[in-house]
Each structure stands twice: as structure tokens, then as C-alpha cells.
């Protein structure tokens, strides 16, 4: 059984990460979702096995809704683009029909 590696949202840094990620996970199955970007052929680098990009449309967002007050995401939009990207990926690696089960537990499963 092989690992699959699933990876979502901008390539601007992959190039400085990928060596890393490759020797996490060696032998791996790479799956990509990427926006659509200057930056989207670095995606490339990991070799995946299926990927996919998308244009992003750019999301206006109020200024009092949208604070940044440090590094990472903020924002109402910013977190739902991520997510949107998870399970754009998501689908992208199941509709390989490498996935045989679907991750959720079954209603019986303890905690």
C-alpha cells in the first residue's frame, strides 16, 4: 500500500519546500490542487500523479470583516478558499478510483 500525499492552494513556495516534502514522503502519490497562477507550473516539481488548477476570482471582502493583525489566514474568504481547495483535492484523489473507502468513520466507531 503506497501513501498519497494530498496538497492544496498556492505553488509560490514550492520550490523551496518540495526536496523536503519528497523525502517526507518518499515513493509517495502526489495530488494537487493549485490556483491558476504565475506560479502554478511549480506544482510540476512534485511529479503528482493527478492534479488540477483553478482560476481564482478575486473575493472582495469589507474591511471590517478583513483584519490582518499577523501572519497566516484571516478572513472570511481567505479560510473558505482554503477549504474549497481541500476538497477540490479531495475529489481530484477520488475521482482516480485510487480511493477505495471514504475517510469518515462509520457511526459505530468510538472516539
Not at 488540477?52 to 479560510?79: A, F, L, N, T
Amino acid at each position: 500500500m503506497s501513501t498519497a500525499v494530498l496538497i492544496s492552494g498556492q505553488m509560490r513556495a514550492a520550490e523551496r519546500c518540495v526536496d523536503s516534502i519528497l523525502a517526507a514522503f518518499p515513493g509517495a502519490d502526489f495530488y494537487i490542487h493549485c490556483v491558476r497562477d504565475d506560479d502554478a507550473h511549480k506544482a510540476d516539481l512534485f511529479r503528482a500523479v493527478a492534479g488540477e488548477s483553478y482560476i481564482q476570482e478575486p473575493m472582495v471582502e469589507r474591511d471590517h470583516h478583513h483584519r490582518q493583525k499577523g501572519r497566516g489566514v484571516h478572513g472570511v474568504q481567505q479560510v473558505l478558499q482554503q477549504l474549497y481547495g481541500l476538497a477540490r483535492v479531495w475529489e481530484t484523489y477520488v475521482g482516480t478510483g485510487v480511493c477505495l473507502r471514504s475517510p469518515r468513520r462509520s457511526a459505530g466507531a468510538s472516539s
